[in-house]
């Protein structure tokens, strides 16, 4: 499988990142921020400084991760100040995926409503209601903008976002009638949160065409206390489910790339060195 990291878990200075990629033999590169700028701010020099950079050291982009949509929420309208900003910023970061070489552009989705579907009594008294079906018309028009620039975009399971879940995924794909176009980009480990075991349950809601990307951590969640943890890849909640959900990517021929997602350190706020202390366990499981 073609394995890659998201660049600035390692360090926002890019060759830096680059010079530990070719170290631990890691080919694909995900770009969220480079230098103080996130991608979809850059300078046309700035981003032909690093497309030459990864293009001489041979590290192809596997996405360009910009925050898009994130942030909104049921108070917001197609069309209005926020939405406009975001789809300027979507353009942006389309225009910097074809100089770069990118397949894939991230979205995110809008702060998440806790219950938007009920039965017997919830549909009255707890649901969210409309929450849902707001949200599609602020996502359609990126999917007309993706398909008129031939780019894929996809959906991050995100923690504290509309789309949480593989489930949700999937179905914002399914309601925006948008496969193809839009695929999810599953973080099992942000899925923890809503509790959606990552594997097979997780998994089997997208195997069929929905996957386009995966970023790799490990965490434990506390959801009564509110509390995330960060765990060394291995130590989490999800130590016994990296295996088959590796097993199952190889088995099905996924051909996307799986990022590992630098964001834990040993407690000296030191992201490299936590890093190092995942990164042969990762390979060990995904190559």
């Given at each position: 499988?073609?394995?890659?990291?998201?660049?600035?878990?390692?360090?926002?200075?890019?060759?830096?990142?680059?010079?530990?990629?070719?170290?631990?033999?890691?080919?694909?590169?995900?770009?969220?921020?480079?230098?103080?700028?996130?991608?979809?701010?850059?300078?046309?020099?700035?981003?032909?400084?690093?497309?030459?950079?990864?293009?001489?050291?041979?590290?192809?982009?596997?996405?360009?991760?910009?925050?898009?949509?994130?942030?909104?929420?049921?108070?917001?309208?197609?069309?209005?100040?926020?939405?406009?900003?975001?789809?300027?910023?979507?353009?942006?970061?389309?225009?910097?995926?074809?100089?770069?070489?990118?397949?894939?552009?991230?979205?995110?989705?809008?702060?998440?409503?806790?219950?938007?579907?009920g039965n017997?009594?919830?549909?009255?008294?707890?649901?969210?209601?409309?929450?849902?079906?707001?949200?599609?018309?602020?996502?359609?028009?990126?999917?007309d903008v993706?398909?008129?620039?031939?780019?894929?975009?996809?959906?991050?399971?995100?923690?504290?976002?509309?789309?949480?879940?593989?489930?949700?995924?999937?179905?914002?794909?399914?309601?925006?009638?948008?496969?193809?176009?839009?695929?999810?980009?599953?973080?099992?480990?942000?899925?923890?949160?809503?509790?959606?075991?990552?594997?097979?349950?997780?998994?089997?809601?997208?195997?069929?065409?929905?996957?386009?990307?995966?970023?790799?951590?490990?965490?434990?969640?506390?959801?009564?206390?509110?509390?995330?943890?960060?765990?060394?890849?291995?130590?989490?909640?999800?130590?016994d489910q990296?295996?088959?959900?590796?097993?199952?990517?190889?088995?099905?021929?996924?051909?996307?790339?799986?990022?590992?997602?630098?964001?834990?350190?040993?407690?000296?706020?030191?992201?490299?060195?936590?890093?190092?202390?995942?990164?042969?366990?990762?390979?060990?499981?995904?190559?």
């Amino acid at each position: 499988m073609k394995l890659g990291v998201i660049c600035d878990g390692i360090s926002r200075d890019l060759a830096h990142t680059v010079d530990v990629m070719d170290e631990f033999e890691l080919e694909y590169a995900e770009l969220q921020f480079v230098g103080d700028t996130e991608v979809g701010d850059h300078s046309a020099q700035e981003i032909k400084e690093i497309d030459q950079l990864l293009r001489g050291r041979g590290k192809p982009v596997s996405c360009l991760s910009r925050h898009i949509f994130a942030g909104m929420t049921g108070a917001n309208k197609p069309g209005d100040e926020l939405h406009v900003k975001h789809m300027d910023s979507l353009k942006r970061v389309i225009d910097m995926a074809h100089v770069v070489g990118s397949p894939l552009v991230r979205i995110m989705s809008p702060k998440k409503e806790q219950i938007l579907w009920g039965n017997n009594g919830a549909e009255k008294w707890n649901v969210a209601k409309g929450a849902w079906d707001a949200m599609l018309p602020l996502i359609a028009p990126a999917i007309d903008v993706a398909k008129d620039a031939n780019v894929k975009l996809v959906v991050e399971t995100g923690n504290g976002t509309m789309v949480n879940s593989n489930y949700t995924g999937r179905k914002l794909i399914d309601d925006l009638d948008a496969k193809g176009t839009l695929q999810v980009l599953w973080d099992p480990a942000n899925n923890c949160w809503c509790h959606e075991r990552a594997f097979p349950n997780g998994y089997h809601e997208v195997k069929d065409g929905y996957l386009g990307h995966v970023h790799i951590k490990d965490v434990l969640v506390d959801t009564p206390r509110a509390t995330l943890t960060v765990k060394k890849m291995g130590e989490g909640q999800l130590a016994d489910q990296f295996k088959p959900i590796a097993d199952a990517l190889r088995s099905d021929g996924y051909d996307g790339v799986i990022s590992f997602e630098s964001v834990y350190h040993p407690g000296n706020n030191n992201f490299e060195d936590g890093f190092r202390q995942c990164v042969g366990l990762f390979k060990d499981l995904f190559a």
